[in-house]
């Protein structure tokens, strides 16, 4: 379970890092309400950076 939140917020920092916009709307018990915003143009790079990084953990 920790691994998974861990792999949770490295894909909010990629998110965060390629410029998309993350708001915490809510937040009941453990449970957390966020939205994500931006360009198309951050998406994409996050996108890629997603892909860069998925790409590093599969096997060749």
């Known amino acids: 379970m920790r691994n ?8 909010l920092a990629l998110a965060r890092e390629s410029g998309l916009l993350i708001t915490l709307d809510g937040q009941i ?4 309400y966020q939205s ?4 198309l143009h951050a998406f994409k ?4 950076a ?9 096997p060749v």
């Open 45 to 48: 790079r996050f996108a890629d």
């Open 29 to 32: 018990g453990r449970e957390k």
């Open 50 to 58: 997603l892909c860069d990084t998925v790409g590093q953990r599969a």
């Open 4 to 11: 998974a939140i861990r792999e949770f917020d490295a894909i």
């Open 36 to 39: 994500i915003a931006g360009s």
